[in-house]
């Protein structure tokens, strides 16, 4: 990683049949932990993770934000239930579309920026194991 991109460290010469014409490609590293390389890991998983997902109804005649806000706030252990259950969709979710079984760590956050009501949650996520 300390000479990704350096030609020095090795490189590939492609050459035109035609024209004979040579381009010099430096290598890269290829790592998930490079800056450089690790984006387009990163971007690939995301791009397997989107494909549209099918939206069920939503809970217990629930339709509004406001109507789930007031539910978290009346009753604080749903806001387990909702860190529960961002955590199994997101598990089923890698496990559907990309054949792997992914580490998530799941942050309530229950306030917004303006200090009210607001429960949202924050995903980390690894790429996963092969099933």
Known sequence: MLHYG?????FLTYKCPKCREAKTVPLTCK?????SCGKKHADQWADRLANP????????????????R???????KLL???IDD??????????????AIPRIICILHPY????????HVHVLATEGLPV
């Open 70 to 76: 007031q539910a978290l706030q009346d009753d604080h």
């Open 6 to 10: 350096n030609p020095k460290y090795g």
């Open 86 to 99: 961002v955590s199994r969709t997101m598990k089923q979710l890698v496990k559907a579309r990309c054949k």
């Open 31 to 35: 790592s998930r932990i490079c800056t």
């Open 112 to 119: 917004g920026k303006d200090l009210t009501l607001n429960p």
């Open 53 to 68: 997902i099918k939206c069920t109804p939503p809970p217990h005649g629930i339709h509004h934000p406001e109507q789930l």
């Open 80 to 82: 387990k239930l909702l």
